[in-house]
């Protein structure tokens, strides 16, 4: 009997997310209301939106979430704060443990991954059953990421910093920084 529910269940999110328009905006705030943990005012999807581990899953108000973007919690914990926009096409993914928290006034480009995990592997035994090393990713009050970045586990973007558009993130970016690349600062805002 579960699997049939479960089955019912996929189909109404499948369903839901891919409706267009306004009804679907409409249809998947409803939706999202009882299926996510926490779900604050005003928040707004386009449709082709994948979400996993609902019940791992804190979202503050005024949050927008473009066009086949992905929010994975399953057996991890994403939390995002207020007046957050996330551009097409982003994955923010904390699966395998991992923890992903954004603070308010957040801009993320479009084509930008967050991944709070990576792959355990051992010389000569690289298979796809390698277990995932989890971590932490933190995204401070007042961040703009550009399109087409790469944040890494156990990373914190300090408050009111700029990463810019094509730059992986592997290490801790203090606050009031503008960063390019692979964690080069270039300017102190």
């Known amino acids: 009997m579960n699997y049939i529910i479960e089955e019912f269940q996929s189909f109404i999110i499948f369903f839901c997310s891919s409706f267009p328009g306004r009804t679907g905006v409409y249809l998947r705030k409803i939706l999202y209301k009882f299926l996510i943990y926490n779900l604050g005012k005003d928040f707004y999807t386009e449709n082709g939106i994948v979400i996993t581990g609902f019940k791992n899953i804190n979202i503050g108000h005024s949050v927008r979430l473009m066009r086949y973007s992905s929010i994975n919690a399953d057996n991890g ?35 930008t991954v967050f991944r709070a995990s990576d792959h355990i592997y051992k010389k000569d035994q690289i298979t796809y059953k390698n277990m995932h090393s989890s971590g932490k990713i933190v995204v401070g009050n007042n961040v703009w990421i550009g399109a087409n970045c790469v944040i890494l586990k156990n990373v914190t973007i300090g408050d009111n910093s700029v990463i810019g558009a094509n730059s992986t993130i592997t290490k801790n970016i203090e606050k009031n920084k503008v960063v390019v690349g692979l964690n080069k600062v270039i300017k102190e805002i």
């Open 77 to 111: 914990r994403i939390k995002l704060g207020n007046n957050i926009s996330i551009n097409y096409n982003v994955n923010i993914n904390a699966s395998g443990n991992g923890e992903i928290i954004f603070g308010d006034n957040v801009l993320v480009g479009q084509n």
